[in-house]
């Protein structure tokens, strides 16, 4: 089995930077795509960014400009810098990651709150 593990969630003023992490227990080549995805109560889960294996990456509308998707291949690593944080930007934040076999995986969620 292949496990994702989500960290760098917590409280954050507006306009402040939060970087979550997401390490996976397979390496990191085995995904066909890394993902991090969004959840807020009383909402439908969204996707936030992601980034293929060629390393093209795509965003929210919402998000663009103001969030980053990276990966870091020799720690199995995958990042979301997340930048000039808007209250609407609170929900917990979900890594997903698609292997080259068609199996989908999801770390447990960090939540992530904007607030003065």
């Known amino acids: 089995q292949v496990q994702l593990v989500e960290s760098g969630g917590g409280l954050v003023q507006p306009g402040g930077s939060l970087r979550l992490s997401c390490t996976t227990s397979?390496?990191?080549?085995?995904?066909?795509?890394m993902a991090w995805y969004r959840q807020a109560p009383g909402k439908e889960r969204e996707l936030v960014a992601e980034?293929?294996?060629?390393?093209?990456?795509d965003y929210v509308e919402s998000v663009k400009g103001r969030f980053t998707i990276s990966r870091d291949n020799a720690k199995n690593t995958v990042f979301l810098e997340m930048n000039s944080l808007k209250p609407e930007d609170t929900a917990v934040y979900y890594c997903?990651?698609?292997?080259?076999?068609?199996?989908?995986?999801w770390g447990e969620g960090t939540l992530v709150t904007v607030s003065s």
């Open positions: 397979a390496i990191i080549s085995r995904f066909n795509t």
């Open positions: 980034v293929d294996s060629g390393g093209v990456t």
């Open positions: 997903n990651g698609l292997l080259k076999n068609g199996v989908p995986y």
